[in-house]
């Protein structure tokens, strides 16, 4: 069974760092994008970026490029989203989801992790 | 970037009516490889969102039948035939022809009338 597990709920200051992961199993690790998907308070679904595991690749959208760093380990089937300067604005649900082999479409999420920045 | 645009924003609907949700593409679907990279997914209150629908038209396993996708090009819609309790919450819409970046449309939320 496919599943990725996500860490815990974090509550941070603004101006401290942060790494959230995302734990694949049941599969290939190494053979699928990973994606992460910001939902903040209230509203919809924003595309954050990708990372290939087997190569490290790693797209960004325009929007949180520069801002956050995506990152893996193949050696634990973990990915990890990351930032090295919290506002509050980045107060969301982060979510991981598998790419499809191949092609550009979610199949599988994370169950979420909820980060509050606050002071 | 392609922008997805989903109507209407609130979808009430009575138990066991029908209810239809659309999605529109500022571009064509069609990706070169001769598929349409369109996927729905429902996020209920407090859940992951969790795929409905991929390539268009394909149910994932386990999704009721009473679900059903259709469109082509830059037009497409999800149907419900008969609107369960279970059904409440927010369904988006996806691309993922022209990527990056995969884009999202703002989301219809279903409640019961």
């Known amino acids: 069974e496919v599943q990725l597990v996500q860490s815990g709920p974090e509550v941070k200051k603004p101006g401290e760092s942060l790494r959230i992961s995302c734990e694949g199993s049941g599969y290939s690790f190494t053979s699928h994008w990973i994606a992460w998907v910001r939902q903040m308070p209230g509203t919809g679904l924003e595309w954050m970026g990708v990372?290939?595991?087997?190569?490290?690749?790693?797209r960004y959208s325009p929007s949180f490029q520069g801002h956050v760093t995506i990152s893996v380990d193949t050696s634990i089937s973990t990915a990890y989203l990351q930032w090295s300067s919290l506002e509050a604005s980045d107060s969301a649900i982060y979510y991981c989801?598998?790419?499809?082999?191949?092609?550009?479409?979610?199949?599988?999420w994370g169950q979420g992790t909820l980060v509050t920045v606050s002071s | 970037d392609v922008v997805m645009t989903q109507s209407p924003l609130s979808l009430p609907v009575t138990l066991g009516q029908p209810a239809s949700l659309s999605c529109r593409s500022s571009q064509s679907l069609l990706h070169r490889d001769g598929n349409t990279y369109l996927t729905w997914f429902h996020q209920r209150p407090g859940q992951s969102p969790r795929r409905l629908i991929f390539k268009v038209s394909n149910r994932d396993s386990g999704v009721p039948d009473r679900f059903s996708g259709s469109g082509s090009g830059t037009d497409f819609t999800l149907k419900i035939s008969r609107v369960e309790a279970e059904d409440v919450g927010v369904y988006y819409c996806m691309q993922g022809t022209h990527w990056p970046p995969l884009t999202f449309g703002g989301g219809t939320k279903l409640e019961i009338k």
């Open positions: 989801s598998r790419l499809t082999s191949g092609v550009a479409e979610l199949d599988y």
């Open positions: 990372i290939f595991p087997s190569d490290s690749d790693t």
